[in-house]
């Protein structure tokens, strides 16, 4: 077959994916704007394409979105229109549809069959919004208009899409039911092969400190550090928990950056504002066991995670991070927030501990419980790494789903649109 990927940050979601159909002897291409240049990667032919915009446009707030999409759809439209010139007529389109590019494919390529990444649908209610009031502002009715607009993308992508594809069944089903009967629920897949526990595993940093598993370190990891994945939580919870433990040493990862939900001040970051509102609380001599690692080389990262004796996650009523499934597969003990996607992968006491996302006191708790007792640690680390894969290895298990869905969707009729 001929295979064609959207992504505008290619490979993102389809990194084993697409080299493995293009190893299976499929002609695979990637239309991205990651690249400047055509070129191979693992047997995928990349294909650039460039956004046109029209700076002066003046737009309603609630369309501005909408408008970034279509403006990247009509490029990737024109790009797909060359490629067709070129004799490339896909079989199959797998395309992640949140940023638009993939819109009007289906009037490039009627006989194609289009599968998409099905990542979140806006949803209006409690817990998808009004999760944390703190930012949140207060209750605010055109919020769901606004929401509303903003899922336009996702339905005009319904009309034209064959299939979808969900990594968890939390995100599959904040879809509508019309359109959540067409999507298959499939993680992108773990390396457990590769995320293995290491006992020797250790860390050195430029103060000349070095860390091992002999040493009580806690981790914490985000993208980028921000209240959607409880960063806030975490540092107003910090100050007791060093205190509690002397000799611990809490390593966070992560951006200054905003991956999700609302940005910060002006010229503010989410780091720095929760920096600054705890310091005062912290005697130098503990804040000196605290270090932001920012964004790290994978290698280190495992190694991070290797050495971590509990691991902190948190997160609002969203998309899990890989993170959570990359911990577990190195059988980590981790204190996670019983929040609904995370209690679809965790299950309390038996490969993690839960506690309410918003309960900094038992964030500590939990943590302080599990450094003191090493037989929980191991007894919930060994069933978190059994879990992940016997339900989220890559090569066994997600794969092979992965391809048999992309099997599946060649074989569908090409659907007429309805819009």
Known sequence: MQILFIHQNFPGQFKHLAPALAAGGHEVAALTLRVKEARKWNGVRLLPYAVNRDPGQALHPWLVDFNTKVTRAESCYHAACALRDQGFIPDVIIAHPGWGESLFLRDVWPDARIGIYCELYYRP?????????????????????????????????????????????????????????????????????????????????????????????????????????????????????LRERPRAHVLIVGGDEVSYGARPPRGKTWKQIFIDEVRSQIPDDDWARVRFLGRIPYDRFVTLLQLSRVHVYLTYPFVLSWSLFETMSVEGAIVASATAPVKELITHDETGRLVDFFDGDAIVDEVSMLLDDPGMRDRLGKAARRHVVRHYDLETICLPRQVQWVRDLAAMTPRTPGL
């Open 125 to 241: 209610d409690y817990p998808h919004t009004g999760f944390d009031p703190e930012f949140d502002g207060p209750p605010d009715p055109t919020n769901a208009l606004r929401l509303r607009m903003k899922n336009l993308n996702n339905h005009m992508h319904f009309a034209i899409a064959d299939a979808g594809l969900s990594p968890t069944r939390f995100q599959a089903d904040t879809f509508p039911a019309a359109f959540r009967d067409r999507i298959a629920v499939g993680f992108d897949g773990i390396d457990t092969a590769r995320l293995v526990p290491d006992d020797t595993a250790s860390l050195s940093f430029k103060s000349g400190l070095t860390l091992s598993r002999k040493d009580e370190v806690i981790t914490f990891v985000n993208r980028n550090l921000e209240p959607y994945r409880g960063y806030h939580v975490f540092m107003r919870a910090l100050p007791r928990l």
